[in-house]
């Protein structure tokens, strides 16, 4: 086997030295040809030139006039804060309690744009109203808040002048009142009474306060004359609702 | 009247019988559907036109066939189809060989109730075809006006706008309806009822003996005592404060125009006279406000990819507006 590798080697060897035959090169002799074509002169348009120059797009040259009106408004801005700056500078108070104010009215000023963005997105946010109720009872037609109105005085007064259409109004409203201090019913001035009666289901008052409603309705809306003899039955299914709550 | 201590104003006995008569004739085929069988009612009651919709199989037509029905006038029935024409709905003229002039052919518009099914599967052309004869009662052909008879009722049914094979209805168009009354999927026990019926095949059997319970020329009676009715000053302002909420509310696009202020207090008055009253409440407004705006608002683009309604937002406008009281 060691003497087929050697020989093998050896092959190679003279292989790769040998070498390619050489061919004579044939030599073409040198001719130098003149370009005889005709050269147009072309001359560069000065107005051209000219005009580009004039052309803000093609000036390169900067020059640099300062600061813009915009930062120089807020070197003066921040320069209001500057109280406490001498000759050799701030004191140690002037400059924390500047950077203070730099920061509270930074902070700010985001709070108020937010506030900006978001109302006029339409997004209400209640961050400085306390969390009331939604309502609470405050409206009736004349703005009056009825937890205000002394019920018995008015309504006698009412009847006695001859105006029960009021009368019957004012008893009305203060069936609601009682219903809402008995936390039977959720008074909110966008309530129908129809919510009321349903929201009264599986309540004992639910009819009695149904029948009341309708007195109301037929008054208050339907614009029924209610004569005085009238106005004393409606009184007494009135009394009625009121006897039998708690 | 329900209250023995005020005297009866108005009679409206008859018009309580004819309501409980129609409802009573349409129970024995539609399961539920109170609210919306009361709407129709009411719709009719109060001289508008009213579209229903409702994803397929919700007994739209069927409702709506129902009624008419129910009731002793000339019935047509247009199914709108996306190649149907105006000429195909309004009639068209047609030369006349014997006398050698042009002879107007009416169409299928002609007649007291008109059933249009599918009726946003049309073209906004021909649907504009529609929109002289929804609000004016009128057809003007060559130059010729042609009155419609009273009571001319359109019930119209449509799919949603999302479903395949729809159009968007023109607003104009909208705006003549009266009501536009959604048809939602029936309860449990409903479908159970459903079922059983058509088990027992009951519902053929009587649909074929539905009868007519009311005379065309009864609605228009009917009619004239609703238009009567008593509506209060502070109703009147909290209806137009409600319509005015819709025009500035930021989450619509197009609020209630004032044809929509006068449907809801034309639809209120119904809804009273249903109840057995000869004037009307907030509750009634309240209660027509929905199906009377919901086709008349358009909700903002933000809004409606949002999610939104229209129904919630009316829903908030009326929460917001503090009832007369």
Known sequence: MRYLLLIFLLLTASIANAKPDTIAAKKVPAVIRLDTASVTLRHIDTAAINNYKKQKEFIYKDDYSGPSLWTRFWRWFWSLFDWGKTKTGYSNFWKWAGVLIKYIIMIGGIAALILVILKSAGIDINIFRKGARKAGIAYTELDENIHEIDFEKDIETAASAGNYKLAVRLLYLRALKQLSDNNLIDWQPNKTNQAYVQELNNNPAQGPFKNITRQFEYVWYGDFAVTGSGYSQITKLFADFKGGRP | ?325
């Open chain 2, 1 to 325: 009247m329900e209250n023995e201590n005020f005297e009866q104003r108005t009679d409206l006995s008859k018009l309580n019988a004819a309501v409980e008569n129609i409802k009573a004739s349409l129970a024995q085929i539609i399961v539920g559907q109170q609210h919306v069988i009361e709407l129709i009612i009411a719709g009719i009651l109060a001289d508008g036109h009213i579209l229903i919709e409702g994803v397929p199989g919700v007994a739209k037509t069927l409702t709506a066939k129902l009624v008419a029905k129910s009731i002793d006038a000339q019935y047509s029935r247009i199914q709108f189809t996306p190649d149907l024409m105006p000429s195909d709905v309004l009639g068209t003229s047609v030369f006349n060989t014997k006398t050698g002039e042009f002879e107007y052919k009416r169409g299928p518009i002609f007649g007291n109730i008109i059933l249009i099914d599918e009726i946003n599967r049309a073209p906004a052309k021909t649907q504009s075809a529609l929109f002289e004869v929804m609000e004016e009662r009128q057809i003007t052909m060559d130059g010729e006006l042609y009155k419609m008879d009273e009571p001319f009722i359109v019930l119209a049914t449509q799919n949603p706008v999302e479903q395949e094979g729809t159009y968007r209805l023109p607003e104009a168009q909208l705006d003549r309806f009266l009501f536009k009354i959604d048809i939602s999927y029936p309860s449990l026990e409903e479908e159970i009822s459903i079922i059983s019926r058509q088990h027992q095949q009951k519902t053929a059997d009587q649909l074929e003996h539905i009868n007519a319970v009311l005379q065309g020329a009864d609605i228009v009676a009917l009619r004239q005592t609703v238009r009567g009715l008593h509506v209060e000053e502070k109703i009147i302002a909290f209806t137009a404060r409600i319509i005015h909420e819709t025009r500035n509310n930021k989450s619509l696009y197009l609020g209630g125009s004032p044809r929509a202020s006068l449907a809801v207090v034309n639809a209120a008055k119904a809804v009273a006279a249903i109840a057995g009253r000869d004037f009307v409440t907030p509750d009634d407004i309240v209660k027509v406000a929905t199906p009377v705006l919901r086709h008349r608002v358009m909700l903002t683009p933000d809004k409606e990819m949002e999610g939104l309604t229209a129904d919630d937002v009316i829903a908030q406008i009326i929460q917001k507006i503090e009832i007369p009281r």
